[in-house]
């Protein structure tokens, strides 16, 4: 068994709370991705749960084992880094055996688990090679290979693709996905991109201020954002909130406006950029910016003190300062209370 359960885990130091009494569960063999902003309390959480990082209060089981005080070593999980941790001096080879030898593993065992797991990640042909003649592409796979050598059925990746570029990093996403179903491993990545998780993760645990804002499926985070923080983390370009005493009710479209008038706990609106459709009659906008991105492109636009997006196909001939009216769907728009909470 290798399902994860964390407990009311708090990490302090001082008077400062980085993780405060976090619980959740991790299934086994599914991908679990820590999602928040710097300083959220993500990478310290990963720690506590690997053991490299000191329990204040709380547990972590992992499967059927109590591993709150249980040494690093003998927690059963494998860990690949940010920076790769790769040791300079040795070859591709040594790298990936190196825990193996350590641990005292038969010279032939060594030799085949090291010869499958380069098979896995595409490095049988770069064994000879040091460290400093690789592609950062490449020596992340040299971590996961010696990740998948240690046969743990729990994998633990603190931010591993953020030291790559944007296209080797939508091939690493790939590839490590790809790999952690092929394993049948369990899997908790650490990011701040959204992107990856939206893109790898089955489950995704969204984290603000050491806390937890929202649990759930991708979908589920982007379509039923839990409070104004996650409607506007998750989903680029983030998720339009306008505040309803920052405009001129009467300006919004006529079944907006209505379902508006009968929430009166309702403080502010969401609406998703790509839910935003230009009319000939609706909300009135000026264009302060336009951003084209080949396939679409992301019209700025302001409405009285509010500016948001809107996301539209192709290169539309849009220019600055134009006068647009816009309108959505009812059930695209979002509600939130005074607390930011969704209604």
């Known amino acids: 068994m290798s399902e994860i359960k964390i407990t ?8 400062v709370e980085a993780v405060k009494k976090v619980s959740f569960i991790v299934p086994e063999k599914s991908f679990t991705v820590l999602l928040g902003p710097s300083g959220c309390g993500k990478s ?17 089981h992992i499967g059927s084992r109590d ?10 999980v494998s860990m690949v880094f940010q920076s790769y941790a790769l040791f300079p001096h040795l070859s591709v080879k ?47 796979r040299v971590a996961l290979a010696r990740s998948i050598v240690s046969e743990k059925s729990v994998c633990l990746m603190d931010e591993p693709l953020s030291n790559l570029d944007a296209k080797l990093r939508a091939e690493m996403r790939d590839q490590i996905r790809n790999l952690q179903q092929r394993l049948g491993i369990t899997v908790v990545y650490v990011t701040h ?34 409070n104004v923080f996650a409607a506007q ?55 302060f910016a336009v951003d084209y991105f080949g396939g679409e492109t992301v019209v700025r636009v302001r409405h009285l003190t509010n500016e948001f997006y809107i996301r539209v196909a192709g290169h539309p001939k849009i220019r600055l300062s134009d006068k647009l009216t816009i309108t959505w769907d009812p ?6 209370d005074d607390k930011n909470q969704r209604i």
């Open 331 to 336: 059930e695209d728009t979002h509600l939130f």
């Open 94 to 140: 040594e790298n990936i055996q190196f825990g193996l030898k350590v641990r005292r593993v038969p010279s032939k065992e060594r030799e085949d688990r090291m010869r499958y797991a380069a098979d896995v990640v595409g490095l049988t042909e770069l064994l000879d090679r040091k460290p400093a003649n690789l592609s950062g592409g490449q020596r992340q």
């Open 193 to 226: 991109d959204q992107v990856e998780a939206m893109s790898m993760a089955d489950q995704i645990v969204l984290l603000n201020l050491g806390e937890i804002v929202q649990i759930g499926e991708p979908q589920q985070l982007y379509s039923y954002p839990a």
């Open 44 to 60: 310290t959480l990963l720690r506590m749960i690997s053991g490299l990082e000191e329990i204040t209060e709380g547990s972590v």
């Open 233 to 287: 983390f998750v989903g680029v370009p983030p998720m339009n909130v306008l505040e309803t005493k920052e405009i001129e009710k009467s300006d919004l479209p006529v079944a907006i406006r209505s379902l508006v008038e009968s929430t009166p706990e309702a403080r502010s609106i969401g609406v998703r950029p790509e839910s935003i459709q230009i009319t000939e009659h609706g909300f009135p906008v000026e264009v």
């Open 67 to 76: 591993v709150t005080n249980v040494e690093a070593s003998d927690r059963g």
């Open 8 to 15: 009311g885990l708090s990490r302090t130091w001082g008077t």
